[in-house]
């Protein structure tokens, strides 16, 4: 039988809270790992969530944006349409949690499955964030690999709906983003998994964990002993494994921990 970890009261979630923060307080070397989970609360859905996108359409698969014109044409005007949501997105108390906790040295590393940039917008160094899947704020050319920032390829689509082109060589665009059906950069993953060896304390937060091999992140802290906390409003497959499983929301569960661990000056 499945184990429930659903908080029945919010006793039970104070008291799961709680044991975040005791297992929290002694460590230095903190590795948060989000999904998409941790941006719903910024109005960008998640996929696999209750109110996710896979409930209305299906994944961009890299074969598909290659092989077929209509699968590209279709991307482009769902991007001219939709990407003010993750450009205009402000961090939420969860990302701004995270930001607080890395200024007070507790937090070493962000590794994240989001292409959404919330975690610098937040004030997560850059250099700390380690984007698996990569950006959806850059764009660059397959020819000349000429990169494009994401407002300057909106400002092209609003004044030209259609397929953008490299205008340095004229070849196809396409978003920096891992699309179904790709790899993960080698060096991407390498850092991803040396920042969760490293870490004494591993935040799995707003992830349905299905998702491969991010998925084994979570495993990897446990196979080398760390201790892991899944923070996410459903149940994952991985919650039999975590050391402690809180079903919340991930705002206010990171905003209490930043509350508790940073004292507060002055
Ligand atoms: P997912 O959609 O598979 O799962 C999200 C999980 O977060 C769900 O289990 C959901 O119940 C939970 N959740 C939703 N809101 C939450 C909240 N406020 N607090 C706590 N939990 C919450 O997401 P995934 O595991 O990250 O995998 C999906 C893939 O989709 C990733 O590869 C990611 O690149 C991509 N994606 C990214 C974004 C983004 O950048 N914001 C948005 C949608 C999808």
Request: hydrophobic fraction near 40%.
């Amino acid at each position: 039988m499945q184990q429930d970890h659903s908080p029945a009261t919010a006793a039970d979630l104070d008291a799961q809270v709680a044991e975040l923060i005791a297992l929290s307080a002694p460590r230095q070397r903190i590795v948060a790992f989000t999904g998409a989970g941790i941006s719903t609360e910024s109005g960008i859905p998640d996929y696999r969530g209750p109110q996710g996108t896979w409930k209305r359409s299906t994944p961009l698969t890299a074969q598909a944006f290659r092989d077929d014109p209509d699968v590209r044409a279709g991307y482009w005007q769902r991007r001219r349409t939709g990407y003010h949501i993750m450009a205009d997105a402000q961090p939420n108390a969860g990302h701004l949690a995270l930001a607080r906790l890395e200024a007070a040295g507790t937090l070493m590393a962000v590794v994240t499955q989001n292409i959404d940039g919330l975690h610098q917008k937040a004030g997560n160094r850059p250099d700390r964030v380690i984007e698996l899947h990569g950006t959806t704020h850059e764009l660059y050319c397959l020819t000349c690999g000429t990169r494009y920032a994401g407002a300057e390829v909106q400002s092209w689509l609003e004044e030209h709906p259609g397929i953008p082109v490299c205008s340095v060589c004229g070849g196809d665009i396409r978003p920096a983003t891992v699309l179904f059906g790709e790899s993960l950069a080698p060096d991407v993953w390498q850092a991803a998994m040396a920042a969760v060896e490293a870490a004494d304390l591993l935040l799995v937060v707003g992830s349905s964990l299905v998702v491969s091999p991010a998925s084994s992140l979570p495993r990897l802290a446990r196979q080398r002993g760390i201790p892991f906390v899944i923070i996410n409003n459903e149940a994952t497959p991985l919650d039999g494994q975590a050391t402690l499983v809180i079903h919340a929301g991930a705002g206010p569960v990171l905003s209490a921990l930043a509350d508790a661990l940073i004292p507060i000056a002055g």
